[in-house]
C-alpha cells in the first residue's frame, strides 16, 4: 500500500507559476500509475493529469494542455506538477493519487485511483 503527501501550494496570481510535489512511501513508488486531480470550492473533482509507470506517457485534462506539465522522479519516489500561466480558475484543492493497474480508457476517472494524498491548496488571484 502507498502513502502520498502533497506539497508545494500556495497563492500566486494570475500568469504565475507553480511546482507541486507529491511523496510517496509505503510501496514501490516505480510500479503505480500516477496522476493529479483538482476540487474547486462547490465542483466536483476532476483531473488534470496522469502518467504512466514505466513508459512514463502521459495524458492531460484539455483546460490545462500547454501550462501543465507531469513528471516522476522514481528514484525520489516523488510525482510532480509544473504549472505555468497560471489562470484563476486553476483555483483549488490538488490531489495526487496512485493505481497499480493502468486505467485504460479512464486515465483522469477518479473512481479508477485507489490511493490518495491529503492535498495541498492553490489560489490564483487576478
Known amino acids: 500500500q502507498v502513502q502520498l503527501g502533497e506539497s508545494g501550494g500556495g497563492s500566486v496570481q494570475a500568469g504565475g507559476s507553480l511546482r507541486l510535489s507529491c511523496a510517496a512511501s509505503g510501496s514501490r513508488f516505480s510500479n503505480h500509475n500516477m496522476a493529479w486531480f483538482r476540487q474547486a470550492p462547490g465542483q466536483e473533482r476532476e483531473g488534470v493529469a496522469h502518467?504512466?509507470?514505466?513508459?512514463?506517457?502521459?495524458a492531460y485534462a484539455d483546460a490545462v494542455k500547454g501550462r501543465f506539465t507531469i513528471s516522476r522522479d522514481n528514484a525520489k519516489n516523488t510525482l510532480y506538477l509544473s504549472m505555468n500561466s497560471l489562470k484563476p480558475q486553476d483555483t483549488g484543492t490538488y490531489y495526487c493519487?496512485?493505481?497499480?493497474?493502468?486505467?485504460?480508457?479512464?486515465?483522469?476517472?477518479?473512481?479508477?485511483?485507489?490511493?490518495w494524498g491529503q492535498g495541498t491548496q492553490v489560489t490564483v488571484s487576478s
Open positions: 502518467i504512466d509507470t514505466g513508459t512514463n506517457v502521459t
Open positions: 493519487a496512485a493505481v497499480i493497474t493502468r486505467p485504460g480508457s479512464g486515465l483522469l476517472d477518479q473512481s479508477r485511483y485507489g490511493y
